[in-house]
């Protein structure tokens, strides 16, 4: 997978490229600037997940990606709500549900604001 980015989303500088460095069988990204003539590089995260954090969250069944992920955000929550679905915690569940209608409530207004201004 070759990542591309316009923007840093950690510094929000123009990204040259996107560096791969293998430490051990991992393999991080890293965004690559250039100021004036001295290089910087961004930590972006792993290529695929993060290993140590993503284990403090199995009982979510939650694995936790680096920052080029676009679809991260809908991974999070396809394992979040296979959580919910499968928990019987009354308290937990009532506190989820008005967080979840109060998103779905935002993206379908967005979705229905960006089909009137197309």
């Given at each position: ?7 840093c ?8 490229r ?10 991080y ?16 995260g ?6 140590y954090?993503?284990?403090?969250h ?10 080029v ?32 209608r109060q998103?779905t ?14």
């Open positions: 997978m070759s990542v591309c980015i316009d923007r989303p950690r510094c929000g500088r123009r990204v040259v996107v560096r791969e460095r293998r430490i051990g069988n991992r393999v990204l890293y965004a690559v600037h250039y100021e004036g003539s001295r290089k910087r590089e961004c930590y972006l792993p290529k695929d997940r993060y290993e954090v993503s284990r403090l199995e009982r979510e069944n939650l694995a936790l990606r680096g920052l992920d676009k679809f991260r955000a809908i991974q999070y929550l396809e394992s979040l709500a296979s959580f919910l679905a499968e928990t019987d915690d009354v308290e937990l569940l009532s506190e989820a549900l008005p967080v979840l998103a409530f935002c993206v379908e207004r967005k979705i229905r604001g960006k089909g009137r201004r197309d």
